[in-house]
């Protein structure tokens, strides 16, 4: 049978003594997390291990003795570490022996209660306890093709990684105690301290009190009947910039809470929210600094009246081409006339609207601009809502076209029925078989024509304004993209892997140390960092979806039924 001994590698110059730590019997390993060196007391050891279990719930016992023999003396220690096990009373009894500055060391084992002893191979794996305390380690992400042996080897790891963890009241006791205990062990020089992280978090308590109670005042404000009025709820409902505060709101809500963490995740996610909401602010104020520098938000209201006038101008240009010949086709004149003056004074509207409130521009971009504070999120959100507004008109005229476009074609396939002898059960949502009089064919025929020859010139019209409608609506994907991507990505975790990647362990490798004959072999267990894609597949934020829910395909039958294509951001949904 091959023994495992876990040995931290910070004890590896410890003075003599027993060592503590947990025997894990299915593995047929020992973990070792301390040095009890001497002079001590075993009734007081005794104590003070009971205690530690009841605590942390783990079985620590003590399971050898560990010998430091600097000068080759003392004769009878080996002995005397020997008799030790009589009173502990471990099965098997871990004796290792390092002798003078030799990286070789003795390790073998008793069984004195056993009937028949067997010589026990013994394999020494250093681990820097350090590490493996402060590391948390992940399951496989792909469970579905993760075999069994693969899932047992990940489950005895985690049980070495959980015995460090959970031994955190052991670590309390240090050289500098005044207790009978001297433990060694990573912090057995004493536990590091900082006055300004102290501080912090002395002062960290008044001000989540006060952004909890500034929180709670919001989130009442908002859910006041005074919202839910019809113009006030439409608004909140539409506007990104709305939604976004919402979802911040909901993210200071979590950091602010007094509710401890009581998993790894919800720490995570706490500091990944943080950190996300810290950078989110600085960015905005770089942004609103750099608005308000050099007079920007005069020159960009100066800009914005010119470009509106401009994109008007070719609006009225296209207008005019469709009005005549586009591309040598023959379009109905009549029908094309009256599409190219309908949609012609709906621009002469809107260039109204934008020259009357030319003089509030700049203090509407002003104060606009102060909302930067907030976030780089929420002045994004901002410009997408700005983006919706300047192109209202366009949306209107894709919708007058879509739906002129959408009854056509509905009308041309309900009269295509007719001329098969078929009609549409709206009951059974089923295409039927149905016989017609002669008038009723007749006149079939004659709208059935009438729509097919007026079908070119209303598709034509209905095509532009769709390609128009796409293209604003991929500006505010893009906007809507980025937004998401400062929302959901864990940057805490990103900065953790990239400055402490033992933090975030995904497994463990083992490097083969110098051997020597007649000694134990020799392992050095390192810790696998997590790929940057599993960190953020693992703990990314949730957020709300910019994406399409229609496939390709669905998006493309929309577009030639004429159905209405709304934007990339679907309302109310999360998406994890």
Known sequence: MVLKVFFPSCCSSAESGILVGRWLSEQSSAVILAVVHFPFIPVQVKQYLSEVQRVTKVSVSVLGSWSNSKQEKEENLSKFLEDLGTIFSHEPWIQISKEGDSKFWSCSTLQKHSNSPKEEEVILIYYDQRKVMLSHLHPPLDTATSTDHEADDASKLSAIFHTVAKSKILFMTDRYDDGPIKLTHWQ?????????????????????????????????????????????????????????????????????????????????????????????????????????RKNRIGRLADTLIPVADHVAEELQDLLQWLMGAPAGLKMNRALDQVL????????????????????????????????????????????????????????????????????????????????????????????????????????????????????????????????????VVIVQGLIHLLVDLIDSLPLYSILLRLCRSYRLAAGVKFRVLEQQDGKPLRLLMQINPLSYGSVVQTYRLPTYSCYPKDSWISLCKKLFLGELIYPWKHKGEKQD
């Open 188 to 292: 057995s020089d004493g536990a590091e301290a900082s006055i300004i992280v102290e501080l912090m978090k002395q002062a960290s308590v008044p001000a989540c009190m006060l952004l909890t109670f500034l929180l709670s005042l919001v989130s009442r404000i908002c859910r006041s009947r005074v919202l839910k009025f019809w113009p006030l709820s439409f608004l909140w409902s539409k506007l990104s910039t709305c939604e976004q505060l919402g979802h911040r709101l909901q993210h200071l809500q979590v950091i602010s809470s007094n509710k401890k963490a009581q998993t790894q995740t919800q720490l995570m996610r706490k500091a990944n929210i943080f950190v996300s909401l810290l950078i989110d602010v600085a960015l905005g104020i770089l942004l609103m600094s750099w608005l308000y």
């Open 340 to 471: 190219g003056r309908f949609f012609l004074y709906h621009i002469h509207l809107w260039i109204s609207y934008i020259h009357l409130m030319s003089p509030f521009i700049e203090m509407i971009l002003w104060y606009v601009g102060l909302s930067a504070c907030l976030g780089l999120t929420v002045a994004l959100c901002i410009l997408s809502d700005i983006i919706a507004l300047l192109t209202f008109h366009i949306y209107c005229f894709y919708v007058y076209g879509a739906r002129l476009y959408c009854l056509k074609i509905y009308g041309l396939s309900s009269l295509w029925r007719l001329f098969r002898g078929k009609k549409w059960n709206v009951l059974r949502q089923r295409v039927d078989s149905c016989s017609y009089d002669l008038d009723q064919l007749f006149i079939g025929t004659l709208l059935f024509t009438i729509l097919l020859f007026l079908l070119p010139t209303t598709a034509l019209y209905y095509l532009v304004f769709t390609l128009l409608r796409l293209l």
